[in-house]
């Protein structure tokens, strides 16, 4: 079955810099794409649903990249500030159970 | 606004106690799901209910049963509770005309001493 795997388990950057998170998965016939944010202590929130057909998905903030070439999915937070500090999760749909494969999620923090 | 609620919110049990987590929403979702999640872990699926007295196993469904009676509400029960199901809940459901998309719960944060 699918399996996902997510890119760096934690990330410390400094405000201002940019930080990616990267999550690989292995069925091609995967065809939606997720991104969690999780805060400390709260739930998930949908940050972006990406469609199979679309590369580049603009955020406020965030842009998400879709290589379905390389089966890689792409968080990149452009100018990271200590609100973004929290954890991130991808998810991925594939076939017609209604799951979604996750990644293991990265801890990001954004030193003021 | 998509909104799943979540009760309680914090449990405390003893080892060997029934444990009963609610979860509703109420706008007619079909499809909800249960999790649990734990450091190094990420979310483990349990169950899935597709509808009323719909429901599958999901990946780690040992120790746990659910119930859907009204579409609206969705329960996980931990039948003689165990330590190692000191974990936090999450409960998710798809909204209408959208089975891809999962909106979560706040979340219970469950220990079993």
């Known amino acids: 079955g699918e399996q996902v795997e997510q890119r760096p388990p934690h990330l410390s950057v400094r405000e201002g810099d940019s930080a990616v998170i990267t999550c690989t998965y292995t069925d091609p016939n995967s065809y939606y794409f997720f991104w969690y944010k999780q805060e400390p202590g709260a739930s998930l929130q949908l940050l972006m649903k990406v469609f199979s057909s679309t590369e580049i998905n603009e955020g406020q903030g965030f842009t998400v990249l879709l290589n379905k070439k390389d089966k890689r999915l792409s968080l990149n937070l452009t100018a990271a500030h200590p609100g973004d500090s929290a954890a991130y999760f991808c998810?991925?749909?594939?076939?017609?159970?209604?799951?979604?494969?996750f990644g293991l999620g990265t801890t990001l923090q954004v030193q003021p | 606004d998509m909104k799943v609620t979540q009760m309680p919110r914090y449990l405390i049990k003893r080892m060997g106690e029934n444990v009963l987590l609610e979860c509703g929403q109420d706008?007619?979702?079909?499809?909800m799901y249960w999790y649990r999640q734990d450091p190094g872990l990420g979310l483990q699926l349990i169950y899935i209910?597709?509808?009323?007295?719909?429901?599958s196993e999901g990946d780690i469904p040992k120790g746990y049963r659910v119930s859907r009676k009204k579409r609206e509400h969705f329960s996980l029960i931990l039948d003689s509770a165990k330590t190692n199901q000191t974990s936090v809940y999450f409960c998710a459901s798809n909204p209408l005309g959208d089975q891809d998309t999962q909106y979560f719960g706040p979340g219970t944060r469950l220990l079993v001493l």
């Open positions: 209910s597709y509808d009323v007295d719909s429901n």
């Open positions: 998810a991925v749909r594939t076939g017609n159970t209604g799951k979604l494969i």
């Open positions: 706008m007619s979702h079909e499809t």
